[in-house]
């Protein structure tokens, strides 16, 4: 059996999230639909992360292990003829029987971008606030996220994991035209983990919190003390890193 | 009666272009709707240009007359929570009372966005072509385009016009990341005309054409000599100067 690997793009806005769901159009049901008509077998796709319903990404991986002889260029091309236009295969590769998209990955790069004037032409990837912002105590704030935490607070509480702790390798605002955009890498993400931040940094900066408030929230352990879930628009997975 | 000027910016993708027409959903028809129930009478919106089917713009102007009392501001606000999220009025004026959207417009400019990659995450703004492109006759054709022409060549047959004079005052490639675009600014522009520009300068970029066939085109004055009509998609009205 062979091991291939496929970065892939899509525009989340049209999907209920990556993974399967019956009846429902997902991209994870995408890819193994096409890959089913390409390699003549059932396919088992597994992607680097699960993004939710609307949410985009630019640099999704995933793996899947086939006995098909197609070479991956071939692959590519049969792949992109068979998906709809919102899922894109950027490149395909045969790499090591060990290889495994999710366990494998070393870091996972996420952008959030928020609009800060109404727009209508690309309206689906950002989240739009007409509010005032101190994007100061919100870069204070960020700081204090960086490194290794227990992230439990910033995760949606109804999730199944069991370990909460993520190190925060990178994360900073960055400020463009109208746009602002919190880009953010870890080694792993809990669910809704990058909207709490935000939604949280935004509470920060409307001065309705804090930024030391992070540490408290951090200590806490409790959804409930992080800000809202940002929604998931805005929320692009840029990057995965082995 | 006062005159009311607006700045509007929509996403073509989901409009039967401009232009009112029964039963379907236009970006004027959608104005008139929001605008009826802000003034509390009918209205009727003049645009500086009807764009076509998929076609987008940052920066349509529109003008119309009203009685209402309303301030600008109250009024732009209105709009915007009236409007669908595909429609966003950007400003609101009160202009003198001989002020014309079209009429009194001296220049438009466009943008043609054709992006050299294939693409999930704003697929809907640009016409992806994937063959070898020769960039350099692509710029001097552009430039036999500059000036005061007869654009016949470059106009949909059916249009209704007489005058097919034309001043372009810029058209100009530009390159970026994988996009490739075509700026252009004109006095007026004929129906179909940007995107037939566009169409035939990708033949002569693909070497079916030469630059210098621009000349022949432009003195033929026949639709049948030019290349195709390139996608509404990639097409977009920037700005309108008076």
């Given at each position: 059996m062979r091991t291939i690997k496929l970065l892939i793009?899509?525009?989340g806005t049209d999907f209920f999230g990556w993974q399967v769901q019956a009846e429902k159009r997902t991209i994870q049901g995408e890819l193994e639909t096409a890959l089913r008509t390409l390699v003549?077998?059932?396919?088992?796709?597994?992607?680097?992360?699960r993004t939710d319903t609307g949410v985009h990404a630019l640099g999704q991986v995933a793996h899947f292990k086939t006995d098909s002889e197609l070479d991956v260029l071939t692959m590519c091309r049969g792949l992109n003829s068979l998906l709809p236009e919102d899922i894109v295969v950027h490149d395909v590769q045969e790499v090591p029987s060990d290889f495994h998209a999710r366990f494998a990955?070393?870091?996972?790069?996420y952008q959030?971008?928020?609009?800060?004037?109404?727009?209508a032409l690309g309206r689906q990837f950002s989240w739009y606030l007409?509010?005032?912002?101190?994007?100061?105590t919100m870069a204070q704030?960020?700081?204090?996220?960086?490194?290794?935490?227990?992230?439990?607070?910033?995760?949606?509480?109804?999730?199944e994991t069991r370990d909460y702790t993520c190190t925060l390798f990178n994360i900073k605002w960055a400020s463009e035209n109208n746009t602002l955009t919190l880009e953010v890498e870890a080694d792993r993400f809990l669910q809704h983990m990058v909207r709490t931040i935000v939604g949280t940094l935004i509470e920060i900066?409307?001065?309705?919190?804090?930024?030391?408030?992070?540490?408290?929230i951090l200590q806490a352990q409790?959804?409930?003390?992080?800000?809202?879930?940002?929604?998931?628009?805005?929320?692009?997975?840029?990057?995965?890193t082995y």
């Open positions: 793009e899509y525009d003549n077998r059932d396919v088992n796709l597994i992607g680097a992360g990955a070393k870091s996972r790069r959030y971008r928020i609009s800060r004037g109404r727009k007409n509010y005032q912002l101190n994007v100061s704030a960020a700081e204090l996220l960086r490194g290794k935490h227990d992230f439990r607070s910033f995760c949606s509480a109804d999730t900066g409307r001065g309705r919190k804090d930024p030391s408030d992070v540490n408290t409790d959804r409930r003390k992080a800000g809202p879930t940002a929604p998931a628009q805005g929320l692009c997975l840029m990057e995965v």
